[in-house]
């Protein structure tokens, strides 16, 4: 799942942080250096070395395994606000213009589970407007200072891009991108990247036409997705992809058995086509699994796709073909995030809405009940930067740099020590300052600190975390930076 922000084009997702506060602690680099498995202390997750804060920070999100778990779209930190955000693809990836966002998040042991998971997983949003931080539904992916682009965790499909392995328990380079990645959107089985030069490559699962190069032939090595010209963004849903082309419109191909391609038929499509009345003044978008979600440069979201649990935001359960304005968000939006069942909107005033499924507590109102229309998440009436919606569980990035999260707390992906479902946001554990981005995929959860220290926690099994190990980790455990 992911979020997006408007305004500015933006990729996958943007988190929009005005100077994050952070506080230098001498021990911290020598803690970084000992070792990935050690645990943050509430005085070691930040410390600001000249030159990394300010860092544009990523929408990753993701988030989105299966589109389920939803791209966190966000404003990276940094000093700008990006439109864009990525969701999970089941948690739908969104992508601000500019930044692809998927993953399914919303991954987990389900097939499920987005971006950011199917597109569960999240994606982040970023001053530099493209989303460099992507969780899907378990996998990960991240983009580098110079532009590689590095993925683990589970490979069955290729969808981490290695040829030979069905998971990949640390970073590693994709092979044979040919070009400079600027944003990343991972879904629950394949992944897509936006390149500098605007062209859209993909790899993994293929079987509904979702890699957009015209086949079925699922791919480990990097294909192109055909006619779509120059992209500013991409998000990644469980089984369909969706991008935001140079005049500020969107396409989307794959999988559309709900009419998550927003064409107006549910014929599923190997190459890119029009979503109907959005051929420009598109800022952001976010895949969840069988839903898609824009941002407008006005403010307003419009949702289409799979209707049950409400995830459409509209009032009713009904799938729609074809876009629909969400009503009840106020003044304006600013970033969006699809995961699986649900999604999540930062307003204008830094407030937080979130509609659809609540199975497990992932609207952040309280209560476990389904909302057909948006309803306010309790406690973040303001300050928030950043969005993250996964398969059941979604996170917040705050303005002055801390990171909280709510929804599903199994395989610890809230990462606050505990395994317990929560219905209203907790902190994250050691995570005091400094979050650049942030990404919530199927059953796991990432971010990336100001500084460049990368964190994640939650279901480990294929490697997702990144840290060489299999283990669930139910604190944010630190991995080496590519």
Same mark, same amino acid.
Not at 31 to 59: L, M, Y
Not at 291 to 315: D, F, I, N, Q
Not at 381 to 389: F, Q
């Given at each position: 799942?992911?979020?997006?922000?408007?305004?500015?084009?933006?990729?996958?997702?943007?988190?929009?942080?005005?100077?994050?506060?952070?506080?230098?602690?001498?021990?911290?680099?020598?803690?970084? /250096?000992?070792?990935?498995?050690?645990?943050?202390?509430?005085?070691?997750?930040?410390?600001?070395?000249?030159?990394?804060?300010?860092?544009?920070?990523?929408?990753?999100?993701?988030?989105?395994?299966?589109?389920?778990?939803?791209?966190?779209?966000?404003?990276?930190?940094?000093?700008?606000?990006?439109?864009?955000?990525?969701?999970?693809?089941?948690?739908?990836?969104?992508?601000?213009?500019?930044?692809?966002?998927?993953?399914?998040?919303?991954?987990?042991?389900?097939?499920?589970?987005?971006?950011?998971?199917?597109?569960?997983?999240?994606?982040?949003?970023?001053?530099?407007?493209?989303?460099?931080?992507?969780?899907?539904?378990?996998?990960?992916?991240?983009?580098?200072?110079?532009?590689?682009?590095?993925?683990?965790?589970?490979?069955?499909?290729?969808?981490?891009?290695?040829?030979?392995?069905?998971?990949?328990?640390?970073?590693?380079?994709?092979?044979?991108?040919?070009?400079?990645?600027?944003?990343?959107?991972?879904?629950?089985?394949?992944?897509?990247?936006?390149?500098?030069?605007?062209?859209?490559?993909?790899?993994?699962?293929?079987?509904?036409?979702? %890699?957009?190069?015209?086949?079925?032939?699922?791919?480990?090595?990097?294909?192109?997705?055909?006619?779509?010209?120059?992209?500013?963004?991409?998000?990644?849903?469980?089984?369909?992809?969706?991008?935001?082309?140079?005049?500020?419109?969107?396409?989307?191909?794959?999988?559309?058995?709900?009419?998550?391609?927003?064409?107006?038929?549910?014929?599923?499509?190997?190459?890119?086509?029009?979503?109907?009345?959005?051929?420009?003044?598109?800022?952001?978008?976010?895949?969840?699994?069988?839903?898609?979600?824009?941002?407008?440069?006005?403010?307003?979201?419009?949702?289409?796709?799979?209707?049950?649990?409400?995830?459409?935001?509209?009032?009713?359960?009904?799938?729609?073909?074809?876009?629909?304005?969400?009503?009840? %968000?106020?003044?304006?939006?600013?970033?969006?995030?699809?995961?699986?069942?649900?999604?999540?909107?930062?307003?204008?005033?830094?407030?937080?809405?979130?509609?659809?499924?609540?199975?497990?507590?992932?609207?952040?109102?309280?209560?476990?009940?389904?909302?057909?229309?948006?309803?306010?998440?309790?406690? %973040? /009436?303001?300050?928030?930067?950043?969005?993250?919606?996964?398969?059941?569980?979604?996170?917040?990035?705050?303005?002055?740099?801390?990171?909280?999260? &709510?929804?599903?707390?199994?395989?610890?992906?809230?990462?606050?020590?505990?395994?317990?479902?929560?219905?209203?946001?907790?902190?994250?554990?050691?995570?005091?300052?400094?979050?650049?981005?942030?990404?919530?995929?199927?059953?796991?959860?990432?971010?990336?600190?100001?500084?460049?220290? %990368?964190?994640? &926690?939650?279901?480990?099994?294929?490697?997702?975390?990144?840290?060489?190990?299999?283990?669930?980790?139910?604190?944010?455990?630190?991995?080496?930076?590519?």
């Amino acid at each position: 799942m992911a979020v997006f922000y408007r305004g500015l084009l933006i990729g996958v997702g943007a988190v929009l942080f005005a100077a994050v506060g952070c506080e230098y602690h001498p021990g911290n680099r020598e803690r970084e /250096a000992r070792g990935a498995n050690e645990r943050p202390g509430p005085t070691q997750t930040c410390c600001c070395p000249a030159g990394d804060a300010g860092a544009d920070a990523g929408a990753g999100a993701g988030a989105v395994a299966d589109a389920d778990a939803g791209a966190g779209a966000g404003a990276d930190a940094g000093a700008g606000a990006g439109a864009g955000a990525g969701a999970d693809a089941d948690a739908g990836a969104g992508a601000g213009a500019g930044a692809g966002a998927g993953a399914d998040a919303g991954a987990g042991a389900d097939a499920d589970a987005g971006a950011v998971a199917d597109a569960d997983a999240g994606s982040i949003l970023q001053s530099s407007h493209h989303s460099r931080l992507s969780a899907g539904k378990n996998h990960t992916c991240l983009i580098d200072a110079v532009g590689l682009l590095y993925c683990w965790g589970e490979n069955t499909d290729g969808q981490v891009g290695a040829i030979g392995a069905s998971r990949v328990l640390s970073p590693t380079p994709v092979a044979a991108l040919g070009g400079i990645a600027v944003s990343v959107s991972a879904a629950s089985i394949h992944t897509c990247a936006l390149l500098s030069d605007g062209r859209i490559r993909c790899f993994g699962a293929n079987g509904d036409g979702q %890699l957009g190069d015209g086949t079925t032939a699922a791919s480990a090595s990097p294909v192109d997705a055909f006619g779509i010209g120059a992209a500013t963004a991409v998000a990644a849903g469980r089984d369909h992809t969706c991008a935001i082309n140079a005049a500020g419109g969107v396409v989307c191909w794959g999988k559309n058995h709900a009419g998550q391609l927003g064409d107006g038929t549910a014929t599923s499509r190997r190459t890119p086509v029009d979503v109907v009345g959005l051929t420009s003044g598109v800022t952001a978008i976010s895949a969840g699994r069988e839903h898609t979600c824009a941002l407008t440069s006005l403010g307003e979201v419009l949702c289409w796709g799979k209707g049950s649990h409400g995830r459409l935001g509209v009032g009713t359960q009904n799938d729609r073909r074809v876009p629909t304005a969400v009503p009840g %968000l106020g003044a304006g939006v600013v970033a969006v995030s699809a995961g699986r069942e649900h999604t999540c909107a930062v307003t204008l005033s830094g407030g937080v809405k979130c509609w659809g499924g609540s199975s497990a507590g992932q609207l952040g109102d309280g209560t476990t009940t389904d909302r057909l229309v948006a309803v306010d998440v309790v406690g %973040l /009436a303001s300050g928030v930067a950043a969005i993250h919606a996964g398969r059941e569980h979604t996170c917040a990035t705050m303005a002055h740099g801390t990171l909280r999260c &709510w929804g599903k707390g199994k395989n610890g992906r809230l990462g606050d020590g505990a395994k317990a479902d929560r219905t209203t946001p907790v902190d994250v554990f050691g995570l005091t300052a400094g979050t650049a981005r942030a990404a919530a995929g199927g059953f796991h959860t990432c971010t990336q600190l100001t500084n460049g220290a %990368l964190w994640c &926690w939650g279901y480990g099994s294929f490697g997702q975390l990144g840290t060489g190990s299999t283990r669930d980790e139910a604190l944010p455990v630190a991995l080496a930076v590519p």
